[in-house]
């Protein structure tokens, strides 16, 4: 009989603990990237909006 294997950490678990170990790092690029996200969504919509 074969000891089975410990599961594996699921991907959350794991950019968890990636991001508590960078700390300062992972805040700036989640930072970045939310504003990015924002700029493109605003920008998206400025474009859409009919011209009067």
């Given at each position: 009989m074969t000891n089975p294997?410990?599961?594996?950490d699921?991907?959350?678990?794991?950019?968890?603990?990636?991001?508590?170990?960078?700390?300062?790092?992972?805040?700036?690029h989640m930072a970045l990237t939310t504003t990015g996200l924002v700029a493109?969504?605003?920008?998206l919509a400025s474009l859409d909006r009919p011209s009067l």
């Open positions: 294997s410990p599961p594996q699921s991907y959350v678990k794991l950019a968890m603990r990636n991001m508590v170990r960078k700390g300062r790092t992972s805040l700036l493109v969504l605003l920008l």
